[in-house]
């Protein structure tokens, strides 16, 4: 058995031409991917960890949402303030010292308000003290494939070793999404008043979701030291789309950035259907069987996310190990197709065998070892009569 490729510039089936148009985006580092099919689009220092600012709030609603889930906490508990919750500055609800939240408004609190605060109070009913929360979310977030992020408090503030890296930030958004449909909603939402004598600070921080793209949310976040990031999601027809953004210079420069890197996302890439089950994709060599060979279908309907504008063709290959030995079941899976679609990331489909392949049988075995000793024969070396 040897490896074989099957280098094919044009299959029949697959008559679909890809051109990338790549978005040179501002931000320092970015992370976009298309939710539905998992393909990344975009990777700009997408692994380093940086100062995530009020974006980590996220994993400190994810964790709440667990515990909410797990009967820990219920939306309609209230739980008191701390002093510890009330000194914090930036973003907040204006929590007092001794008054009691239910779990919901703080949830809300979050969301909509980017409340420091009330961060505090979720972790604190969680954990017994913030410090305490902040390692059980860098260890929940190891468990959770995050392995570019440390939390030394539960919101974000100013603070060496508090880190997390774009690919992180878009890996958490895609599991509040996939996770908690039930609260992802909350993202949405265009305001929440919590205390009316505070009303200047009732609407929500993120500048896309009321510019008509598909936006639903989900955190944005600004310090000093970190810049203005945005953490987004937006949904098309089928499609969504999951995008991070930090260092930004400006408010304005994260919203127009944010919204020009979704309409990129959504006007340069669409999901593209290339084949059926059943169609068949090549030939393999077959060893020791009643046919020479066997056809390589498609198991299952093959779509794939592709650039919009066709200019070059879309690159496949065909791979497996041959001769393929029989006996060869139907629909047994002796191959793959690989196909490089430029400056995406590859992808690779089981093909399988389209047909049952018996083996020789006894009397075939030996016509065919006879057959073959007889052409070695007639092949031999021929000495001149003397």
Request: hydrophobic share 45%; glycine share 8%.
């Amino acid at each position: 058995m040897r490896p074989v490729k099957l280098a094919l510039s044009a299959l029949a089936l697959l008559a679909s031409t890809v051109s990338l148009h790549a978005f040179e985006t501002q931000a320092s580092a970015a992370y976009v991917v298309d939710h539905t099919t998992g393909t990344v689009l975009m990777a700009k220092n997408a692994d380093e960890p940086l100062p995530p600012a009020s974006m980590s709030k996220l994993m400190t609603l994810y964790m709440t949402f667990e515990a909410i889930e797990a009967g820990i906490l219920n939306l309609d508990q209230e739980l008191p303030v701390s002093a510890e919750a009330q000194q914090y500055g930036g973003s907040t609800m204006f929590l007092q010292a001794g008054e009691r939240v239910s779990v919901e408004d703080l949830l809300r609190g979050i969301i909509v308000l980017s409340g420091n605060d009330a961060c505090v109070v979720l972790a604190e009913a969680l954990a017994g003290t913030e410090a305490k929360f902040a390692h059980q979310m860098t260890m929940r977030a190891q468990q959770m494939g995050m392995t570019n992020s440390t939390f030394t408090n539960s919101n974000g503030w100013p603070k060496p070793g508090h880190r997390m890296s774009m690919r992180d930030l878009g890996l958490l958004a895609s599991k509040l999404i996939n996770d908690f449909p039930q609260f992802y909603p909350m993202f949405a939402e265009r305001e929440f008043l919590f205390d009316a004598k505070e009303a200047q600070n009732r609407y929500n921080r993120n500048p896309l979701l009321d510019l008509g793209i598909g936006a639903d949310g989900l955190k944005t976040g600004h310090t000093q030291e970190a810049g203005y990031g945005l953490v987004g999601s937006a949904k098309q027809g089928d499609r969504r789309i999951i995008f991070v953004l930090s260092g930004m210079e400006t408010a304005q420069a994260r919203a127009q950035e944010s919204e020009a890197v979704a309409n990129w996302a959504f006007r340069q890439f669409a999901q593209t259907e290339l084949g059926t089950a059943g169609q068949k994709i090549a030939d393999a060599e077959v060893a020791i069987g009643a046919e020479r060979t066997v056809g390589l279908e498609l198991a299952e309907d093959l779509t794939m996310l592709l650039p919009t504008n066709p200019i070059e063709p879309l690159q496949t290959e065909v791979v497996y190990n041959g001769p393929v030995r029989a006996p060869i079941a139907a629909g047994q899976e002796i191959g793959e197709l690989i196909l490089r679609p430029e400056g995406l990331p590859e992808k690779r489909v089981p093909l399988v065998a389209d047909r049952a392949i018996a083996p020789y049988g006894f009397v075939d075995r030996v016509m065919a070892a006879a057959q073959h000793l007889i052409q070695q024969i007639n092949n031999g070396p021929k000495q001149d009569a003397s």
